[in-house]
């Protein structure tokens, strides 16, 4: 059994429409993410990001926690994102160009562009749950109804770091947990 009794605190994290790409629609109360078939009418702004939405708040130090329902959706990616991260090309996926993520594409895991083999499909998560260590420079993706590591980035991060999310199946939003709710 789980003799762990840490209680996660889950960080309020909410998503921040201006950096949304014009294929998201992000819901009125920022919790949530649609893939849209067309593309949105989008004002261009320095925020917004070619792919994917980030969080409203940024983290540079302590450590965070973020739970990411995403049910029957097909094509996830989730991570974080440096500061600095040129957001009007496609970034790169490797902590190299700051950008740590974890991925569902078409029903394979990836951590980046490297497949990740180990997640058996009948046990696909429905919730991801992201927990930083900014100080010890750790990113894991958990899947907490098995209580496993999915993914794990080490190595540090050099500047503050962004949430990111971005969705290409139209049909199942990816939904954010607001802190201290968690549905298990």
């Not at 902590?95 to 951590?111: P, Q």
Request: neutral net charge; contains cysteine; charged residues 25%.
């Amino acid at each position: 059994g789980n003799t762990d009794n840490t209680k996660i605190i889950l960080s309020p994290v909410t998503l921040d429409p201006d950096t949304a790409s014009s294929k998201l629609l992000v819901s009125q109360d920022c919790t949530s993410v649609q893939c849209v078939e067309m593309n949105l009418h989008v004002s261009d702004n320095p925020k917004r990001l070619h792919d994917g939405v980030l969080a409203s708040q940024g983290f540079s130090s302590g450590v965070h926690c973020w739970d990411v329902e995403v049910g029957d959706n097909n094509n996830w990616t989730l991570g974080v994102m440096g500061e600095t991260v040129n957001r009007k090309k496609l970034c790169k996926m490797n902590a190299k160009n700051r950008f740590w993520c974890f991925r569902n594409v078409d029903g394979k895991y990836k951590k980046g562009k490297k497949p990740v083999s180990d997640i058996d499909s009948n046990e696909r998560p429905n919730i991801i749950r992201l927990e930083q260590d900014f100080d010890k420079g750790e990113l894991r993706f958990i899947d907490p109804s098995r209580n496993r590591s999915l993914c794990t980035y080490t190595g540090g991060f050099p500047e503050k770091v962004f949430p990111y999310f971005c969705t290409g199946d139209a049909d199942t939003p990816l939904s954010l947990f607001p802190a201290n709710t968690l549905k298990v």
